[in-house]
């Protein structure tokens, strides 16, 4: 559930209608909603209950600083992937004790600055990985506390390109290799083995492919357990899929029941502190693009609604053919209604919103590009030297601008001209 709802024919979040916030912030503009983020986190705390467990919200989904901040306020530890994502946790007053550090190519000055400032945990998705950091935490007179990142080649049932648990996949260690380099960490003196992780992909919609990847992770366990390897905690990683448009993924809390479910009939399942890295769930609907119609161009087999904001804005549905709603934001003046495309102003076929929709609008009015808060700002770019949108951020009556537009001299900041002043071609 979330707070963006109409109001006599209005689209507000929370309390601000969103005409509001385009009118005074201008376009395009993420909005994002204290509450609905809020109730998303606090969703997956309650799931678990008197279960040890962390969450750890993964930054890459959306890592703008007050959105880091709340999470933080509420509890959340972090799942990084770059010293950058570490850098922003700790600039928004994020614990790094609660920190876990994952990604497939860790380099040695990310290492170093993460057990500098002491992070939880490293999700090591590689033997090579594995062996660099002890040669680090060695150098740095300290022990890295490791996870083994296994992949456990189950089929999560999503887009090719965000799956990610598959044999094929870059991502993990293969699961029966993980025995003999779990074995190499115990000899290593820069690592201490604390935990096991896995992530097997992102916008899953069943239950089961979780429930087979914790089977697989338990067997390990036991093999592990029978070499004297014992674990602390078990990371199942994020995915947990939204409704973007009638889709009906699992809720936290069935998730939550059917792997504590499983765990109970695990010995020592009770004191194996469980850790999640949610991305998704906890910031797409809580998020909107706003964007104005700037023409209507009718066609002969195509009419496009050309809009503001383009796939440098919000690259989802161009990358990966996603579908996200596009609602006006004010219903209230009557319109002709239409199929179209909406479109942005990239000079590319692929720069679109989205695709045959029915709208009933006219220029200048008001589009909401919902499910917009994880992987929208985060991804996008300056492609055609657009600057980058503004972020908002809605609490309750009142909004904060939680990011500024960029300004068209941003665009250029750090580039300069040719030091020499030779005439070129003479
Ligand atoms: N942990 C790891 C190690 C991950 O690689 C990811 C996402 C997550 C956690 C968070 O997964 P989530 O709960 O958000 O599903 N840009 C794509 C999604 C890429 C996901 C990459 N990894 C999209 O827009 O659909």
Known sequence: MDHFDYRDGVLYAEQVPLTRIADEVGTPCYVYSRATLTRHFRAYAEALGGHPHLICYAVKANSNLAVLDLLARLGAGFDIVSVGELERVLAAGG?????????????????????????????????????????????????APVSLRVNPDVDAGTHPYISTGLKENKFGIPVDE?????????????????????????????????????????????????RGIEVEHLDLGGGLGVPYRDERPPQPFDYA????????????????????????????????????????????????????????????????????AILPADTRP???????????PVCETGDFLGKDRPL????????????????????????????????????????????QRETLSDLWAGESRLLDDDAEGE
Not at 104 to 116: F, G, T, Y
Not at 202 to 209: C, G, H, R, V
Not at 334 to 344: H, L, N, T
């Open 95 to 143: 614990d790094p004790a609660k920190v876990v550090f994952s990604g497939v190519a860790k380099q040695e000055a990310e290492m170093a600055r993460a057990l500098d400032v002491g992070i939880k945990c490293f999700n090591v998705e590689s033997r090579p990985e594995l062996e660099r950091l002890s040669r680090v935490a060695e150098r740095l007179g300290t022990v």
């Open 178 to 226: 993980a025995l003999a380099v779990y074995e190499l960490a115990a000899t290593l003196p820069g690592v201490k083995v604390v935990g096991l992780d896995c992530h097997i992909g992102s916008q899953l919609t069943e239950l089961a492919p979780f429930l087979d990847a914790l089977d697989r992770l338990l067997l390990l366990l036991e093999r592990l357990r029978e």
């Open 257 to 324: 029941a059917s792997l504590l479910e499983r765990l109970a009939r695990w010995e020592g399942g009770e004191r194996l502190t469980l850790l999640f890295e949610p991305g998704r769930s906890i910031a797409a609907n809580a998020g909107v693009l706003l964007t104005r119609v700037e023409y209507l161009k009718p066609g002969e087999s195509k009419n496009f609604a050309i809009v503001d904001a383009g796939m440098n804005d919000l690259i989802r549905p161009s990358l990966y053919q996603a579908w996200q």
């Open 334 to 344: 009557v319109r002709e209604s239409a199929i179209y495309d909406v479109v942005g």
């Open 360 to 403: 009933a609008i006219a220029e200048g009015d008001l589009l909401a590009v919902r499910s917009a808060g994880a992987y929208g700002f985060v991804m996008a770019s300056n492609y055609n030297s657009r600057p980058r949108p503004a972020e908002v951020m809605v609490d309750a009556g009142r909004y904060q601008i939680v990011r």
